[in-house]
């Protein structure tokens, strides 16, 4: 069984930035596309991120592109989400997600870790 445990959220000023650690562990790191999602209060979940298991190709979604930034270590299990330039709007519940399919990764992931929120003030 996947096990996803994030961590690095927090409250920031517009403008600045956060890193988000997701540590994996229960398979083999290297066999799953991992991601972030992420919940507004009052609105739906949406994708952030996502990272082929090789670390070689990503996707953003276009509220993000440019100022947020998915990596992972394959060595240590985890995986990051570096993000810039915060905006108010940016403020959700981040999740991390596994799954071994790019497609579900994308939309339907099988593996959610609990959640760490992000709140970015004016």
């Known amino acids: 069984q996947v096990q996803l445990v994030e961590s690095g959220g927090g409250l920031v000023q517009a403008g600045g930035s956060l890193r988000l650690s997701c540590a994996f562990s229960?398979?083999?790191?290297?066999?799953?596309?991992m991601g972030w999602f992420r919940q507004a209060p009052g609105k739906e979940r949406e994708t952030v991120a996502a990272i082929h298991w090789s670390g070689d190709s990503t996707y953003y979604a276009d509220s993000v592109k440019g100022r947020f930034t998915i990596s992972r270590d394959n060595a240590k299990n985890t995986v990051y989400l570096q993000m810039n330039r915060l905006k108010p709007e940016d403020t959700a519940v981040y999740y991390c997600?596994?799954?071994?399919?790019?497609?579900?990764?994308?939309?339907?992931?099988?593996?959610w870790g609990q959640g760490t929120q992000v709140t970015v003030s004016s």
């Open positions: 229960g398979r083999t790191f290297s066999m799953y596309y």
């Open positions: 997600v596994a799954d071994q399919s790019l497609r579900v990764v994308l939309t339907t992931p099988k593996y």
